[in-house]
């Protein structure tokens, strides 16, 4: 989990283009919109991307994507919980 | 079209020449680095967060941040309308998103780049960036891209509904955009102005911010006391007699105007159409800006730049002239066309005329 | 110098109709042009609702007398100047009215349904790729296909800002001619759907998979479609020079800008309602002297929302009429505002008001009930079109019976 969660915050900085911010300074569960990184309804719709290239996974809509994207650790959890779904079809 | 009190308060430019610091102005001449005119961009930490500049094109960031300069020449004022003109608008957003959409088959598709390719993102990012909800335009239409965003920008201040408008010029360069053009054999033909030999004519790119007002003050620039925007001549009627009409309209004759800023660019098939006007004009000083500046749908917004500020600072700088008759520039007719069509004609003017 | 800007021509074209006489056929019978019918070759549009127009380029080129079969037209052009005709040829303007007139366009996606063949080449080889498929791109191409057509000579120019084009074209042709500098001015807009902006909407995921609805509360997104729009405005006094019979008068209209975010919509509605109360206040009207308003409604979550909270806030309890006319046309982006302002000289001049089709559930936080079914024989005198683009891009019209 921890590997995924370190993972998921440089994938992060990359598809959002987060010049300026490193990994370390994005804490696991600190809201990533709003408050905290001041992401917005674009970045959500680029984080599904992000969840669909790179994990195959599909987020549906920006509803689904408030409790998936709420932080680096449910998104974690998130994806950790999709792909053990995988691996037992 | 006469005009009253339309002064240029603000204004800013970002180029392939040192404009946004203006040490152009004192002889810092920039020679070609690349193979079309790049522009020489400011260090955008300076002037743009980070995190809520992520999304931006070089476009956008040089159209936000010469925005800001220009509304801070203008004494901080809110402009009242923002209006731009772009040819092509944001091209490196527009590739980015056409390249992904062919390369994965319509599928899994950033919105970050589909955004930001729309035209009328330039205007609306800067009416973000200073929470203006006044009105809001852009204007993409080839060589009268820019030339109708200040043409509706006078309209709106000699109706009363503004008093302060902002007018910008942006248009960018991205490398396949200038392999495309050279095989049009549009803007980049390696061919080069008379007597500016050294500096053949290419693609070039840049943005321009203005703040026009219907106050003068102190700081004014410049004036703008005509402007006329004819889309073809009619065929009863000749260049010439345009600019009688034109200098006419203004109380003005030919022998007034000090300088002219010719939009010529080396191609002989464009320039065949300044050839009257130089005839005519040939007691004023004649200036070109297009061996600087390159070509470009928005490349006349640079014209009105060298104007201002020739106007401003009584001096003009030496590598722009084509014809030297030495005569301090009080009135300056800016002139663009594009073989045969879009012909601008603009008086800029002392501030006190 | 001030008058009022009459309107003299009418035309538009799109997927219920090629014509102003095929557009009010479709209007008596409630038509939808909305189906899973796609002439364009893209994957998506093979697997949502769209609105597009059946006709191949060449079937629109053959429509159009006096274009040169050697010209490559972009489908946008071609929509363009079908409707444009039509307008030019309902006011009876001759070619010497033509020559001295203005030609205010408007698109967003120009070109683009030839430059993406173009690119797709490109990508192979920097060699490869139909040069004049390049040469249709930019946005200007349009305006002087049209402008060649229709012989205007004087002045011609595009606006785009999305999905407020057209409006905003027609606000810049009022300002020309109030300001003397036209008599007259062809103003519109025309966008042709291509894969560039059916991806990019989805990328958004904001396109619906099924028709739109409109204002109701389970509405899951828009319909693309194409289409092109288009006044002929023209000066009090030219018209009387020329005799001519103006249909109605553009007598308000207003821009202002949300200022709050690339895409989305302030959640008070702020630009709706600046551009609104603008388009108000210059008529010189009270907004109790509305009849009927052609609304925005694209049926996104977004935009319906924040258009009916900037509604109440401008009328409150005395909201007239009010219906959004996409899950008929379609969103056609830069097209909407033309063809949604053609529609409303049709209301006032025929007394209609429109159907705000596939509505059941009104928004529970606003409870806007749009008109549903088709009304005639109503007296129409002022109505307000809507048109809000990305960006924060609002426009609105306000268009009079004479």
């Known amino acids: 989990m921890n590997q995924l969660i370190t993972e998921l915050k440089k994938e992060i900085i990359l598809q959002l283009n987060l010049q300026g911010v490193t990994p370390e300074e994005i804490e696991d569960n600190a809201p990533l919109f709003g408050d905290g990184l001041g992401l917005d309804s674009i970045d959500v719709l680029e984080l599904i991307v992000l969840l669909r290239k790179k994990y195959g996974i599909k987020v549906n809509g920006a509803e689904e994507g408030k409790s998936v994207f709420y932080s680096v650790q449910s998104m974690a959890e998130f994806v950790y919980a999709n792909q053990q779904q995988q691996q037992q079809q | ?353 | 110098m001030s008058s009022r800007v009459l309107i003299t021509g009418i035309g538009s074209v799109s997927s219920i109709g090629l014509t102003i006489q095929e557009l009010t056929d479709s209007i008596l019978k409630s038509d939808s042009g909305v189906s899973r019918k796609t002439r364009l070759d893209s994957i998506l549009a093979r697997s949502l609702p769209t609105a597009q127009i059946q006709l191949s380029d060449e079937q629109l080129k053959s429509r159009i007398p006096g274009l040169s079969c050697k010209n490559v037209y972009s489908r946008t052009a071609l929509l363009g100047m079908l409707a444009a005709s039509e307008a030019v040829a309902m006011a009876g303007l001759t070619q010497s009215n033509c020559k001295a007139a203005g030609l205010v366009n408007s698109t967003s996606a120009g070109g683009m349904d030839k430059g993406e063949f173009f690119y797709a080449d490109y990508l192979k080889s920097p060699t490869k790729g139909n040069l004049k498929f390049a040469q249709t791109h930019d946005c200007g191409d349009a305006a002087e296909q049209m402008a060649a057509l229709l012989h205007i000579e004087q002045y011609i120019t595009t606006i785009s800002t999305a999905c407020s084009s057209a409006a905003n074209a027609m606000m810049h042709g009022a300002r020309l001619i109030k300001a003397g500098l036209c008599d007259v001015v062809v103003a519109g807009g025309s966008d042709a759907i291509c894969k560039f902006t059916i991806n990019g909407f989805n990328s958004l995921m904001i396109l619906s998979e099924e028709p739109c609805k409109p204002f109701d509360k389970n509405r899951t997104g828009l319909n693309l479609g194409e289409a092109a729009g288009y006044f002929v405005l023209e000066s009090e006094a030219s018209v009387k020079r020329r005799g001519a019979k103006p249909l109605a008068v553009l007598s308000g209209y207003g821009n202002a800008c949300d200022a709050y975010h690339q895409t989305a919509s302030s959640p008070n509605g702020e630009g709706a309602y600046l551009a609104m109360m603008q388009a108000i206040n210059v008529s010189g009207y009270k907004p109790t002297e509305i009849d009927y308003i052609n609304a925005h409604g694209t049926g996104t979550q977004n935009n319906d929302m924040s258009e009916s909270v900037a509604l109440l806030r401008i009328f409150s309890e005395n909201l007239p009429p009010v219906s959004s006319t996409k899950a008929m046309t379609g969103h056609t982006l830069a097209a909407a505002g033309g063809i949604e302002a053609v529609m409303s000289v049709l209301a006032i001049q025929h007394g209609w008001i429109f159907p705000n089709k596939n509505f059941n559930d009104a928004i529970e936080e606003t409870g806007i009930v749009p008109v549903t079914e088709l009304q005639t024989n109503k007296t129409i005198k002022h109505i307000l079109s809507n048109s809000f683009g990305f960006g924060g891009n609002n426009s609105s019209l306000l268009i009079s019976a004479c």
């Open chain 2, 1 to 353: 079209m006469l005009i009253q009190n339309v002064y240029i308060n603000g204004l800013s430019g970002i180029s392939a020449q040192p404009t946004f610091d203006e040490t152009f102005l004192s002889g810092n001449i920039q020679e070609p680095t690349a193979a079309y005119k790049k522009g020489v961009e400011p260090d955008y930490k300076q002037y743009l967060n980070p995190t809520a500049s992520r999304r931006f094109s070089r476009l956008i960031k040089m159209s936000l941040v010469a925005a800001q300069k220009s509304i801070a020449m203008a004494d901080g004022v809110m402009p009242e309308a923002i209006i731009t003109g772009t040819g092509l608008g944001c091209l490196e957003d527009t590739e980015k998103f056409l390249g992904a959409l062919i390369e994965n088959h319509e599928s899994m598709l950033s919105p970050t780049a589909f955004i930001q390719s729309t035209h009328n993102t330039i205007s609306g990012q800067i009416a973000m960036m200073i929470t203006c909800y006044h009105p809001n335009y852009t204007y993409s239409n080839r060589y009268f891209s820019f030339e109708s965003s200040l043409l509706d920008g006078i309209l709106m201040l000699q109706d009363n509904s503004c008093k302060h408008v902002m007018v910008n010029a942006a248009d960018e360069v991205i490398p396949s955009v200038h392999t495309i053009i050279k095989r049009m054999r549009l803007w980049d033909r390696s061919e080069s102005i008379a007597q500016q030999a050294g500096m053949p004519v290419t693609i070039g790119e840049g943005v321009v911010s203005m703040i026009i007002s219907s106050e003068k003050k102190n700081s004014s620039l410049a004036q703008i006391k005509a402007y006329k925007l004819l889309y073809k001549l009619p065929a009863e009627s000749s260049i010439e007699a345009q600019l009688q009409l034109f200098l006419q309209e203004a109380s003005l004759s030919v022998t007034d105007i000090e300088v002219i800023l010719l939009g010529m660019n080396g191609d002989p098939s464009n320039d065949c159409y300044y050839e009257p006007v130089r005839t005519m004009f040939s007691d004023s000083t004649q200036l070109v800006y297009k061996h600087l500046f390159g070509e470009s749908f928005t490349a006349s917004s640079f014209a009105y730049w060298l104007g201002a500020q020739f106007i401003r600072t009584q001096k003009i700088e030496p590598f722009c002239i084509l014809s030297d008759k030495q005569r301090a520039p009080k009135h300056i007719l800016v002139y663009n066309q594009f073989r045969g069509k879009y012909h601008s004609f603009c008086l800029l003017t002392d501030v006190e005329v």
